[in-house]
């Protein structure tokens, strides 16, 4: 799989620090798998509205810490099911981070951008070179870049997909 290299879409801001996986997807709905039903109730305890706002391959920008509190890989399925193309925080929970690249999910750190972006601003991440451009604004962002085991793990989709191909003797 080849993962695009430019992304478009707005940003929804929710600058506070410390968002935890109960609040992005909360523990009453661990019991769903389905990333299209986890989506239903994605961030609803922070916004009730999130479903109305988004469209796909829109942005969430959040403050520090984001991700922190228990280890649920449900966060990302709820935010990939609702069409959330990527995260940009200031920092992350080791552990979302992690949950993120082991999904094949596309989590940013950037907190300039995370400081000055306001919600609804259109966005456009270019990966290869490491920016976020805000048009609207005329600002541009530079991320802490992807590393080549990051983006090994998320042009194959995750840790599995990696894991299948390295056995079927496919490229690394």
């Given at each position: 799989m080849t993962m695009p290299t430019i992304l478009q879409g707005c940003a929804h801001v929710y600058s506070r620090a410390h968002i935890n996986t109960d609040e992005i997807i909360p523990a009453r709905y661990l019991n769903v798998h389905e990333e299209a039903e986890?989506?239903?109730?994605a961030m609803e305890d922070i916004d009730p509205d999130f479903l109305n706002k988004i469209q796909t391959g829109d942005f969430i920008v959040a403050g520090e810490d984001f991700?922190?509190?228990?280890?649920?890989?449900?966060?990302?399925?709820?935010?990939?099911?609702a069409g959330i193309k990527a995260v940009i925080a200031s920092?992350?929970?080791?552990?979302?981070f992690r949950n993120a690249l082991n999904n094949g999910y596309l989590a940013?750190?950037?907190?300039?951008?995370?400081?000055?972006?306001?919600n609804g601003a259109r966005l456009t991440l270019d990966l290869e070179a490491g920016v976020i451009h805000a048009p609207d604004s005329g600002e541009t962002f530079t991320f802490v870049p992807l590393t080549d085991f990051a983006k090994t793990?998320?042009?194959?989709?995750?840790?599995?997909?990696?894991l299948v191909s390295r056995l079927k003797g496919g490229a690394a």
């Open positions: 986890l989506a239903k109730h991700g922190c509190g228990s280890s649920r890989e449900h966060a990302i399925w709820a935010l990939r099911g920092s992350y929970a080791r552990i979302f940013i750190e950037c907190p300039e951008a995370v400081a000055r972006i306001k793990f998320l042009e194959a989709g995750g840790l599995l997909p990696y």
